[in-house]
């Protein structure tokens, strides 16, 4: 597929952030989550349809869905799952305060040190 191919460039890792939201508690949410607790970062989860942390996210502060600026209070990142849309009040208030906005693939890309490569689009990721 010629055209296909596209460099994607990494920013440098960002400082290390205070305090990290996580949005949507799905798979992606869930090892989001799980990626910041584990470098010692405070992070906190919200989910509309949630009710609590799992287990193992216990030590994450389970923010109860509220006004945005209750649950941006002190936050330096938002990391939404895949679902939400980017229409969303809560990430398009946290945009207009400033607070960047990532999705988990710019989490993970800016760890990385090696090239990456990535399948996208609708059709073909599982066949891949």
């Known amino acids: 597929m010629e ?15 205070r305090c990290v939201l996580v949005v949507g508690l799905g798979r992606t949410g869930h090892a989001v989550t799980r990626h910041f607790l584990g470098r010692g970062i405070p992070t906190r989860v919200t989910d509309h349809a949630a009710g609590e942390l799992p287990e193992d996210l216990r030590a994450a502060q389970w ?43 710019e989490i993970a890309a800016a760890q990385l040190r090696a090239p990456m490569i990535a399948v996208t689009g609708t059709n073909g990721k599982s066949t891949t």
């Open 3 to 17: 055209g296909a191919h596209r460099e994607v460039t990494r920013e440098a890792p960002a400082e290390k952030p």
């Open 63 to 105: 923010v109860a869905p509220a006004s945005s600026e209750e649950m941006l209070a002190g936050v330096d990142l938002v990391v939404p799952s895949p679902g939400v849309p980017a229409a969303d009040p809560l990430l398009q208030s946290a945009v207009a305060r400033g607070i960047p906005v990532r999705a988990e693939i």
